[in-house]
């Protein structure tokens, strides 16, 4: 049995059916049981006045309303509304108005009686190109510039750095979380890791973190793990 994994509570699916008995004690409480939000019509009349207030975002529609011809219907759906999703739900299942249907601008034909997996997965898949568009959440953390010439915060301030901060902080940027040890710090920052005082690591450090907090306010987690090394939280 076919079971979407995502549920389209919030996107409204239009069924215009005059079959009561099908419509009503059938198909929408079985769509509605497959996640989506379905609006029960049985007339041209009733879709017309919705798209005035409220426009579904998908239309289920019959072809043999009794006020009006189901292909004229979706070909000025299709015209008005060019990015509505549009299902055709017929008893009418020849080649010809298969055809028909798709070129009046139907996104999918389905034959009465329809199986019901069948519409779901119709409506699913017409869904996903229907459905808004949701923001994907930004994930603030810090980080580089692409030259990692500044340091930017999670509140966007950007704080410029020497290149000896750069060398510094481009290894540990790139893996954060992971401890990076001394030795290997040393060695970013030093031609001749002999010739460098472990000692101007931790004042270098130190520096950097009280320049970041005085620039922002914010607190850079560069965080000392003692005698092995340091990583950024």
């Known amino acids: 049995m076919y079971a979407p994994d995502v549920a389209y509570g919030d996107l409204r699916v239009a069924l ?3 079959d009561e008995r099908l419509r009503d004690e059938v198909l929408v409480p079985r769509m509605r049981g497959y996640g989506f939000a379905m609006i029960p019509m049985g007339t041209a ?15 289920v529609l019959d072809v043999g309303l009794p006020d009006a011809d189901g292909f004229q219907l979706a070909r000025a759906l299709r015209d008005s509304w060019p990015t ?36 779901a997965a119709t409506l699913h898949s017409v869904a996903r190109r229907v459905q808004p568009a949701r923001p994907t959440p930004r994930v603030r953390t810090w980080r580089l510039d ?4 500044c340091l930017l915060t999670p509140s966007d301030a950007s704080i410029a750095l020497s290149k000896t901060e750069r060398r510094l902080l481009r290894p540990l940027m790139t893996r954060p979380g992971r401890m990076m040890t001394r030795e290997a710090i040393i060695n970013e ?8 005082d472990p000692h101007r690591l931790d004042s270098l450090v130190h520096r950097l973190r009280r ?10 987690p560069l965080i000392c793990v003692h005698g092995e090394g340091y990583v950024v939280g």
């Open 45 to 59: 009349a009733e879709l017309h006045a919705s798209l005035l207030d409220s426009p579904p975002h998908i239309v």
């Open 146 to 149: 692409a030259e990692g010439w």
């Open 84 to 119: 509505m999703g549009l299902v055709m739900l017929t008893g009418r299942s020849d080649t010809g108005d298969r055809i028909r249907g798709l070129i009046e601008g139907a996104d999918a034909y389905l034959s009465k009686p329809v199986d019901l997996a069948l519409l």
């Open 16 to 18: 215009v059916e005059d």
């Open 189 to 196: 920052l030093a031609p001749d890791a002999h010739d460098f």
């Open 211 to 220: 320049k970041v907090r005085n620039a922002s306010g914010e607190e850079f």
